[in-house]
């Protein structure tokens, strides 16, 4: 399922090495396919993740722009990863910065990799792993990186059908997660220390399933820069949150959550590939709530209605406001045997965020329709309509 493209190519002279070297950009699909065991555990996971974070409280080369496909696995999106020479199935994750494997089958090392000595524990709220840490090569979208730090899981939860995560989150998340070692360079660290990419730059493009598919090789991961074919308009930034809970994670105000013109009030969000729903604080889902006539559906645990909300809901950030229209924002009737959901009745992708610390992610439902660009050079997430 998976192909390369080549968008451009362009011979560039080489300051730092003798060697010339050719900047270029390469489209590999992301693959989405299903890992989903119920939608109340889908919802539960974004609540789990939240609480997780909010127990955290402290956290010249010219060079390749590559591209590499992501699957859309309905409730998140994985990424064919080498490690060693071997190809795993890796969640793509920005809330998390550390790399693994192991979480189906044993991914001890290769004859390439050489063990570090150290054990390594992550937990993701509603997941974790164990394992120990050795070094390999790995290589995505036709770029590698030498000495990646990866995770061996010995004992891994809360992971049915993916073999583990990459983590495009920021380095100080993997603070305390290796036993030898204050933190370890993520795989976007490596590619930029290593030269493989002039800009510590992630361009994501997801998009939704189409009709009742829960597969569809429908996603993108630019390396080193963006891709203009995936989004139109003008890409906006908007400054990573320096100080709060989020500030370790890729965090992001939010002036103003709205449904239709009812402000329903701001936050202190992340932005993150690995949550499927659009979570938002408890005062603001209430005033959802109350302004579309919906309620919580117990069996499920999301917003449901009898009938279909009209109005257009928004996420502001700084002056900028992105909108998903109803269609974007319910779940696809032509989803809805696939997530056990009543005929007749309606159901949205946002959900309760909670009243305390983080209250907020903006997840894959709305990263569905709008491109993002995570940038650590900058420090700074850019957003764009999708295409």
């Known amino acids: 399922m998976y192909f390369a493209t080549v968008?451009?190519?362009?011979?560039?002279?080489?300051?730092?090495?003798?060697?010339?070297?050719?900047?270029?950009?390469v489209a590999v699909p992301l693959k989405h396919v299903s890992n989903f065991t119920s939608i109340k555990n889908v919802v539960s996971k974004g609540k789990a993740r939240l609480n997780a974070i909010n127990g955290i409280n402290s956290v010249g080369?010219?060079?390749?722009?590559?591209?590499?496909?992501?699957?859309?696995?309905?409730?998140?999106?994985?990424?064919?990863?080498v490690i060693g020479g071997k190809t795993w199935e890796l969640i793509v994750d920005t809330g998390s910065s550390n790399?693994?494997?192991?979480?189906?089958?044993?991914?001890?090392?290769?004859?390439?990799?050489?063990?570090?000595?150290?054990?390594?524990?992550?937990?993701?709220?509603?997941?974790?792993?164990?394992?120990?840490?050795?070094?390999d090569t790995v290589t995505f979208a036709g770029l590698t990186v030498t000495k990646q730090s990866i995770g061996a899981a010995s004992q891994a939860s809360g992971f049915d059908g993916v073999d583990g995560i990459i983590g495009f989150g920021p380095v100080d998340l993997t603070e305390d997660t290796v036993s030898n070692a204050n933190t370890v360079p993520t795989f976007m660290d490596n590619l930029y220390s290593q030269g493989s990419i002039s800009t510590e730059v992630l361009g994501v493009s997801f998009r939704p399933e189409s009709g009742s598919d829960t597969d569809d090789t429908n996603g993108e991961l630019t390396l080193g820069g963006t891709d203009s074919t995936k989004y139109s308009?003008?890409?906006?930034?908007?400054?990573?949150?320096?100080?709060?809970?989020?500030?370790?994670?890729?965090?992001?105000?939010?002036?103003?959550?709205?449904?239709g013109s009812t402000n329903l009030g701001t936050a202190s969000g992340i932005v993150?590939?690995?949550?499927?729903?659009?979570?938002?604080?408890?005062?603001?889902?209430?005033?959802?709530?109350?302004?579309?006539?919906?309620?919580?559906?117990?069996?499920?645990?999301?917003?449901?209605?009898s009938t279909a909300p009209t109005a257009t809901f928004g996420i502001k950030f700084g002056s900028t406001t992105y909108t998903l229209t109803p269609s974007q924002y319910l779940v696809p009737t032509a989803q809805y045997s696939y997530y056990g959901l009543t005929s007749g009745k309606y159901y949205a992708w946002i959900n309760d965020g909670g009243s305390?610390?983080?209250d907020c992610?903006?997840?894959?439902?709305?990263?569905?329709?709008?491109?993002?660009?995570?940038?650590?050079?900058?420090?700074?997430i850019g957003f764009a309509t999708g295409v």
Request: proline letters at 2%.
């Open 61 to 81: 080369v010219t060079a390749a722009v590559s591209s590499g496909s992501v699957t859309n696995e309905d409730v998140t999106y994985v990424a064919p990863v």
């Open 233 to 259: 308009g003008t890409l906006t930034y908007f400054p990573k949150l320096t100080s709060g809970d989020a500030s370790a994670y890729w965090g992001i105000a939010v002036a103003e959550f709205s449904i």
């Open 99 to 135: 790399t693994w494997c192991g979480a189906q089958t044993s991914c001890e090392k290769t004859s390439t990799g050489k063990s570090t000595g150290g054990s390594v524990e992550v937990s993701y709220g509603s997941g974790s792993f164990s394992g120990t840490e050795y070094t």
């Open 361 to 380: 992610i903006i997840g894959q439902k709305f990263l569905e329709q709008y491109y993002a660009v995570f940038d650590t050079t900058n420090s700074r």
């Open 356 to 358: 305390s610390g983080v």
């Open 7 to 25: 968008l451009a190519l362009a011979a560039a002279a080489v300051s730092a090495s003798p060697v010339e070297r050719r900047a270029q950009t």
């Open 272 to 305: 993150d590939t690995g949550t499927t729903l659009i979570y938002i604080p408890t005062s603001a889902y209430n005033k959802f709530l109350s302004a579309t006539g919906g309620k919580t559906d117990s069996s499920s645990g999301l917003a449901e209605f």
